[in-house]
């Protein structure tokens, strides 16, 4: 028997979530029975997509949804062995029972030298939402201008070193001066703080003078309603996600788009990452090279402690993270 501990989202959110929409709990966990897997967490993954989910697929009192890298602690199971790691959505919790069949292996080639947090990120879900974003939706080809915005997160800046990859001219705004050194270093042709500009329109015509091919959307509102207006004819737009509205308490009214896409004849298509699962295999290993040849750089946000799991939601909400968010147990 083990003693799991769990986050429970005690009251739904309203605006930014806070400390006391959270409650701990704990729960005892029998040994397992044949064919099951005792899981125990090693990285939780921190996702903006856990803010409106909840809304829609939890009831209060529910544990919260979220993806961990965990370590079969004990087996039952002869496809798991003790000591290995899988991924696993079972929400914010230390420990675990699994029958095996929504656990997905660590990739077996996954080098030693490589934080298995990685898998949570860079050659993980949000990795693949950048390389299908622009690859898939975008289309992007050698010589684009693309702009990324959120552009210093664990989508934003796997989206900027991908696009260099294929010999693209990446264009990326983050929320604080740190943020755009950062993507200086990482090799973004130009950057911006979004919060410090006095107006978003001059900055992207600045960092963009002839406007731009590609447009991956991680924040939507208002910003894309500016960026429309710079994209050059027959431009494609995907959208990710649309986290300047993820707190909103009222609904909120959309870019207004129609004069841009017809007139320059845009392109623009939302997207899960789920969608190419078939290629998920062969997509995490061309992630796994780049990031072994080191032509991607992955930082990460690492907070230690499974009792900081709403610290580390609530700071990534609010631009607190530089890379992907992760908590340590
Ligand atoms: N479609 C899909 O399959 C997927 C979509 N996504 C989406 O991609 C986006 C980025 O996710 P992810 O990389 O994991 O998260 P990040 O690591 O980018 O963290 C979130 C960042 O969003 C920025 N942000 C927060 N509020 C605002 C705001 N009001 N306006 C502008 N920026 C804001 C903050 O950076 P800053 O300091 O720059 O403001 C913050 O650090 C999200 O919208 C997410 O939902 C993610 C994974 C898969
Ligand atoms: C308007 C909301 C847009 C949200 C976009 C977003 O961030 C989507 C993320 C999903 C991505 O495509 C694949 C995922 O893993 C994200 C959703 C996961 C939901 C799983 C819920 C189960 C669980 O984790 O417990």
Redesign the pocket.
Same mark, same amino acid.
């Given at each position: 028997m083990v003693l799991a501990k769990l986050w429970t989202l005690q009251q739904h959110f309203e605006g930014l979530p806070k400390e006391s929409n959270f409650e701990l709990k704990q729960e005892e966990l029998p040994d397992p029975k044949d064919g099951e897997v005792l899981l125990e967490a090693v990285f939780l993954s921190v996702?903006?997509?856990m803010r409106?989910?909840s809304r829609m *697929?939890l009831k209060e009192g529910d544990t919260m949804?979220?993806?961990q890298v965990s370590r079969v602690v004990r087996s039952r199971n002869p496809s798991y062995l003790e000591g290995s790691h899988v991924i696993v *959505?079972?929400?914010w919790r230390t420990h675990f029972l699994s029958d095996g069949s929504d656990l997905t292996p660590i990739p077996s080639n996954w080098p030693e030298e490589l934080p298995l947090s990685l898998a949570l990120g860079a050659i993980g879900?949000t990795g693949l939402?950048a390389l299908y974003g622009l690859e898939e939706i975008c289309e992007i080809k050698a010589e684009e201008t693309l702009l990324v915005n959120a552009a210093a997160g664990a989508v934003g800046t796997m989206v900027g070193q991908i696009a260099k990859i294929k010999g693209c001219r990446a264009v990326g705004c983050a929320g604080s001066d740190d943020k755009v050194s950062y993507l200086k270093e990482l090799g973004f042709d130009q950057a911006f703080n979004y919060k410090t500009i006095s107006s978003l329109e001059d900055a992207l015509r600045e960092a963009a003078p002839q406007g731009y091919d590609c447009y991956f959307d991680n924040v939507g509102g208002d910003f894309t309603s500016t960026a429309l207006a710079q994209m050059k004819p027959f431009g494609r737009i995907a959208l990710?996600?649309?986290i300047s509205t993820?707190n909103n308490t009222a609904p909120h009214r959309g870019p207004s788009i129609h004069s841009h896409m017809i007139l320059k004849q845009l392109r623009m298509e939302g997207f899960?990452?789920?969608r190419w699962k078939h290629k998920h295999h062969d997509s995490l290993q061309r992630l796994l090279a780049w990031v072994k040849e080191g032509r991607i750089k992955c930082r990460e946000h690492i907070t230690e402690g499974f009792e900081n799991m709403p610290a580390s939601f609530i700071s990534m909400l609010s631009g607190g993270n530089v890379g992907k968010a992760v908590v340590k147990i």
């Open positions: 996702d903006p997509y409106p989910y *697929h949804m979220g993806a *959505h079972c929400g879900m939402a990710s996600g649309s993820y899960l990452v789920e």
